[in-house]
């Protein structure tokens, strides 16, 4: 098993940055890709951002591709993510997920991974 905690979200106004982290325990083995996704109300979760385990690998989706960035620490088994230029569609509650599996690509599902974090809320007003 792996535990992934979230945490850094908040309220923050349109244009503005926020640093998401997401810190792992336990197999940590099944973190080689780690990845970031997003469900806001209503709507479907998606994924955001991923990054295999040399770091060397990163993914995102097209809606945040030069906004946001993804990077680790395997010294503390933890994955960021930077939030620049922030949009009120970007409102959501973030979850950070983990796999033992590589995966190289921008179009990844929750499907493909096995353990989740409980998510941090991330508020952008207009």
């Known amino acids: 098993q792996v535990q992934l905690v979230e945490s850094g979200g908040g309220l923050v106004q349109a244009g503005g940055s926020l640093r998401l982290s997401c810190a792992a325990s336990?197999?940590?083995?099944?973190?080689?890709?780690m990845g970031w996704f997003r469900q806001a109300p209503g709507k479907e979760r998606e994924f955001v951002a991923a990054?295999?385990?040399?770091?060397?690998?990163?993914y995102y989706a097209d809606s945040v591709k030069g906004r946001f960035t993804i990077s680790r620490d395997n010294a503390k088994i933890t994955v960021y993510l930077q939030m620049n230029s922030l949009k009120p569609e970007d409102t959501a509650v973030y979850y950070c997920?983990?796999?033992?599996?590589?995966?190289?690509?921008?179009?990844?599902?929750?499907?493909?991974?096995?353990?989740w974090g409980q998510g941090t809320q991330v508020t952008v007003s207009s």
């Open positions: 336990g197999r940590t083995f099944s973190t080689y890709t």
């Open positions: 990054i295999t385990w040399s770091g060397d690998s990163t």
């Open positions: 997920a983990s796999t033992p599996r590589a995966y190289y690509s921008n179009y990844l599902l929750v499907g493909d991974f096995d353990y």
